[in-house]
């Protein structure tokens, strides 16, 4: 059985048509990107926070905070700790401090709540 060249050409120009016609809609569909996986990040340790009255202070050492009915409690002073506020003695002082093995080490130092202020 052989074919006619009409109907061979023929064939031949249904195949490039179908070759030649641009992609369905469901072929057009990206496939959606994979999300990269997050990266582990240590979250970083809150630090605990005192309030009160500067009982002493001995600047690069420590400093002793007085809390309201409670006895004083010595912070160690590093190179590290941010001092925003002067530390002097009755002045009303907050300190963001963390736990370290010889004590608390004062992180930061700010004014506390001035009395009298609205």
Avoid: N, W
Wanted: with cysteine.
């Amino acid at each position: 059985m052989a074919f006619s060249v009409s109907a061979c050409s023929a064939c031949l120009a249904f195949a490039v048509l179908l070759l030649a016609a641009p992609p369905s809609e469901a072929a057009k569909k990206k496939r959606p990107t994979p999300t990269p996986a997050p990266t582990a990040t240590p979250t970083p340790t809150p630090y605990l926070r005192a309030a009160g009255s500067c009982l002493r202070y001995e600047p690069g050492a420590y400093i002793v905070l007085s809390e309201v009915g409670q006895p004083g409690r010595a912070f160690h002073i590093v190179a590290a700790t941010e001092i925003t506020a002067m530390p002097k003695r009755g002045a009303r002082l907050r300190i963001l401090y963390e736990d370290g093995p010889d004590g608390p080490i004062a992180r930061k130092i700010m004014p506390g709540p001035e009395e009298g202020k609205k």
